[in-house]
């Protein structure tokens, strides 16, 4: 049973440019979460998804981030116009149900140049 | 505004000694916390949790402690291990579960052999 698979783990924009880092979570798990790490900073949560529904979006910024989780294939986090600030590592995680514990991908690390 | 908080950025212990690693909180509606550990270019790992309406949690060499009074949650390894070297992150959820976890900056633990 493969784990959360997070690709590209690394991903180089230049300002203005856009990101797409995509999710596939582990098999069963209908339950997507993706969280955010600045250097030196902790996780922070951004969205949490089931398949084709947005659950909770209040860590996402409001502008130029969005997310989905269609019914087939990976669940994606799309930045529109990077810029510097969004250079971070990303993390995608799974669960199968809302309570349990959460499956966490190995990350995309994205530089913003 | 850091909810969680881990005041040690690193700590270093000898092999077959106890490690202990301290978080405190401030959102008096937080009832589940977790311990999560982080290696190098992985994603976090669940370790060990704990509900509200406990105050202590055991599970092999990991034992979590919660005092609610203090708002500070504690976890002991017994005996600490090479192999636990890596980033140890507190995490904190008011929604009973895993759902939008508020994590911390992390510890880095280093065990020396």
């Known amino acids: 049973n493969a784990g959360v698979m997070q690709n590209p783990r690394h991903l180089v924009r230049r300002r203005g440019q856009e990101a797409r880092l995509r999710c596939s979570p582990m098999?069963?798990?209908?339950?997507v979460y993706w969280y955010r790490q600045l250097p030196e900073e902790g996780l922070k949560f951004m969205v949490y998804?089931?398949?084709?529904?947005?659950?909770?979006e209040s860590g996402m910024p409001k502008e130029r981030f969005s997310a989905e989780f269609p019914k087939e294939g990976p669940s994606i986090l799309r930045i529109q116009q990077v810029v510097r600030g969004d250079s971070a590592a990303y993390f995608c995680?799974?669960?199968?149900?809302?309570?349990?514990?959460?499956?966490f991908g190995s990350g995309t690390q994205l530089s913003v140049l | 505004d850091q909810q969680v908080k881990q005041n040690s950025p690193s700590l270093s212990v000898q092999e077959g000694r106890i490690s202990i690693l301290n978080c405190d909180y401030t959102?008096?509606?937080?009832?589940?916390f977790l311990w999560y550990k982080k290696y190098p270019a992985e994603g976090p790992t669940f370790l060990i949790s704990?509900?509200?309406?406990?105050d202590k949690n055991e599970d092999g060499r990991f034992t979590v402690f919660l005092n609610k009074s203090a708002k500070h949650l504690s976890l002991h390894i017994v005996p600490s291990q090479p192999g636990d070297s890596a980033v140890y992150f507190c995490a904190a959820s008011s929604q009973g579960g895993s759902e939008k976890l508020v994590f911390g900056k992390g510890t880095k633990l280093t065990v020396n052999p």
């Open positions: 998804l089931q398949k084709e529904n947005i659950i909770d």
């Open positions: 995680a799974s669960s199968p149900q809302v309570d349990e514990k959460l499956f």
């Open positions: 959102n008096s509606m937080f009832d589940y």
């Open positions: 704990i509900s509200s309406i406990k």
């Open positions: 098999k069963g798990h209908s339950h």
